[in-house]
T-cell receptor, first 111, second 115 residues
Framework: GQQVMQIPQYQHVQEGEDFTTYCNSS?????IQWYKQRPGGHPVFLIQ???SGEVKKQKRLTFQFGEAKKNSSLHITATQTTDVGTYFC???????????WGLGTSLAVNP | DGGITQSPKYLFRKEGQNVTLSCEQN?????MYWYRQDPGQGLRLIYY???????QKGDIAEGYSVSREKKESFPLTVTSAQKNPTAFYLC??????????????FGPGTRLTVL
């Protein structure tokens, strides 16, 4: 079946270091969304990428969608303790509004 | 104040009992979703509904049932047939606009523990 693999599963960084999480799909995606879930909380939408090769930035966060629309990445520059949480990617493959979710990358930041 | 509400936040039930989780939204969204989250497993789709009186099975629908009688409400029943019901249950909703995807808004979740 369709899958979205997300790596790494866990990442522990020192505050100020950079962080990247990657998503890879077995099939071409129509779009990819990124969500953040704080510990004990619920997922919150961060961004959606739709176009091949698209790059979007939100302050210290940079999101990329691959040329083949099969992979995506989220890069955080100079992490802060407020970045702690689990980052999920979720891809759309058609028009049935059903997203395929990655397993998430849990980020821990040492102050 | 618009949003999605789920109640209760914590729920305890004895094995063999059915239990219904509530999900209400006042965002005027057509689509609603139920997910189950287990540690290290990400989000798994149980059921989703794109319009009132219609819903589709997700990836792990066995042992669950839903109804969508009103646009605002999408209750989930965890039946006694669900083998491992203890989990964190998340409800979400989204707009529907043509064939494009829209962001999903999540409720705070319900932690169900079956004893």
């Amino acid at each position: 079946g369709q899958q979205v693999m997300q790596i790494p599963q866990y990442q522990h960084v020192q505050e100020g270091e950079d962080f990247t999480t990657y998503c890879n799909s077995s099939t071409t995606l129509s779009n990819i969304q990124w969500y953040k879930q704080r510990p004990g909380g619920h997922p919150v939408f961060l961004i959606q990428l739709v176009k091949s090769g698209e790059v979007k930035k939100q302050k210290r966060l940079t999101f990329q969608f691959g040329e083949a629309k099969k992979n995506s990445s989220l890069h955080i520059t100079a992490t802060q303790t407020t970045d702690v949480g689990t980052y999920f990617c979720a891809g759309g493959t058609g028009n049935n509004r059903k997203l395929i979710w990655g397993l998430g990358t849990s980020l821990a930041v040492n102050p | 104040d618009g949003g999605i509400t789920q109640s209760p936040k914590y729920l305890f039930r004895k094995e063999g009992q059915n239990v219904t989780l509530s999900c209400e939204q006042n965002l005027n969204h057509d689509a609603m979703y139920w997910y189950r989250q287990d540690p290290g497993q990400g989000l798994r789709l149980i059921y989703y509904s794109q319009i009132v009186n219609d819903f589709q099975k997700g990836d792990i629908a066995e042992g669950y049932s839903v109804s969508r009688e009103k646009k605002e409400s999408f209750p989930l029943t965890v039946t006694s047939a669900q083998k491992n019901p203890t989990a964190f249950y998340l409800c979400a909703s989204s707009r529907t606009s043509g064939s494009s995807y829209n962001e999903q808004f999540f409720g705070p979740g319900t932690r169900l523990t079956v004893l």
